[in-house]
């Protein structure tokens, strides 16, 4: 337990320390540190974003959390799958539609890359066991953020944007107009 001195909110972590002490140091390094009181929100997606995908990703946010990243890396990959069948992919596999989704131009090769890199997690998890460190798992967590926010939110601001200047000058006709 401690408190914070610049917000005075007092917070409770776990603290895995080294089994031993460096050579010249006085306490043993800290391994990892996870902050457990109070709750750490899980990240989310815009409301831009369709609800089956964010739910998806909320949920992988969660585990990801409490350190479950093997089900978070295999959350993130579910994630990705939805995202391509939302936007149409062909194919047998989640390689076949990212490539699709590629290859037609709905997203630019960086997503691709950024998907593939989901793909990878989830697949290395769920298959092989593999457990990714927390910083690898985060990274392709926000890889996901940037991809929704060039799929989803960027032309649903462009649309709200277009639709105000439409009021706008509609109001402004009628105005001109008079009674």
């Known amino acids: 337990m401690w408190r914070c001195e610049y917000c005075k909110r007092t917070m409770a972590e776990i603290v895995t320390y080294a089994d031993e002490i460096p050579e010249g140091a006085q ?3 800290v391994v ?3 902050l457990t009181w109070p709750a750490k929100s899980p990240r989310e997606l815009s409301t831009d974003v369709p609800e089956k995908i964010r739910g998806l990703f909320v949920e992988s946010s969660r ?10 890396g295999a959350g993130y990959r579910a994630t990705v799958e939805e995202i391509c069948k939302d936007q149409g992919a062909q194919g047998n596999n989640l390689f076949a539609k990212i490539k699709d989704l590629g290859t037609r131009g709905v997203i630019a090769q960086d997503l691709a ?3 593939d890199e989901a793909r990878y997690l989830g697949n290395d998890s769920l298959h092989d066991g593999l457990a990714y460190a927390p910083d690898e798992v985060a990274d392709v967590a926000e890889l996901i953020q940037e991809a929704t926010e060039v799929l989803y939110v960027q032309p649903a601001d462009r649309a709200r944007m277009r639709q105000a200047r439409s009021t706008r000058r509609a109001a402004h006709k009628a105005a001109q107009q008079g009674p």
């Open 113 to 115: 890359d950024a998907f």
């Open 32 to 34: 990892e540190g996870r």
């Open 27 to 29: 306490v043993p390094e």
């Open 63 to 72: 585990a990801e959390d409490v350190g479950a990243y093997r089900l978070a």
